[in-house]
């Protein structure tokens, strides 16, 4: 148990049933009443944003979120193929558990699996990925406008903004947080 005293950023509590994450607390002291703590919490299975305000004695469970290593072996249609890599034992999960997480992700790569009482909730993958850009428009030459960016498809499929410079087969650098162009490889 963790009172709201002791909230902290990134801290899982269950709640309400649910479980989430605190994404941000204040310690509020008006000049006249009782001081409490107003929180912002993530639902970290639906991914919704709700504000709460707790009372300082207040006690919560904090949840254990278990995070293992696997890798993403295979997609078949709308099951996804992970296998732990200690004992080689291989887990199938729906696109609803994985939601968009894997569109930077090729197959046998190394991802987090995040789970609550052994019921898998979501994946995380790596933080930044190398991908080859299968598509994208020719850069014009002279078309240096500052920023300028141009839609490109990668390996797995995904699109990213690039800058006009970078051509096809390039392998670049991606931020999988934000699915943003960070550098040519």
Do not use: W
């Not at 249609?77 to 992700?105: C, H, P, R, S, Y």
């Not at 995380?124 to 002279?142: H, N």
């Amino acid at each position: 148990m963790i009172s709201a005293g002791d909230f902290r950023n990134g801290i899982t509590i269950e709640y309400d049933g649910n479980i989430f994450q605190i994404i941000e607390f204040q310690h509020v002291k008006p000049g006249k009443g009782a001081a409490f703590v107003r929180t912002k919490l993530k639902n970290i299975k639906s991914g919704g944003v709700v504000e709460k305000t707790f009372r300082p004695t207040e006690k919560c469970p904090q949840a254990r979120i278990d995070r293992k290593e696997m890798q993403y072996l295979y997609s078949d249609g709308e099951l996804f193929n992970f296998m732990d890599t200690e004992n080689f034992e291989q887990i199938a999960l729906n696109k609803d558990a994985i939601g968009d997480a894997l569109k930077f992700v090729k197959e046998n790569e190394m991802v987090k699996v995040c789970s609550h009482n052994g019921n898998v909730f979501a994946i995380e993958p790596p933080l930044f990925v190398e991908l080859e850009i299968t598509e994208t428009e020719p850069g014009f030459k002279g078309d240096t406008a500052t920023g300028a960016t141009k839609p490109a498809v990668v390996e797995t499929g995904a699109t990213v903004y690039v800058p006009l410079f970078v051509e096809q087969n390039d392998v670049i650098k991606i931020d999988t947080r934000t699915g943003e162009y960070l550098s040519r490889v």
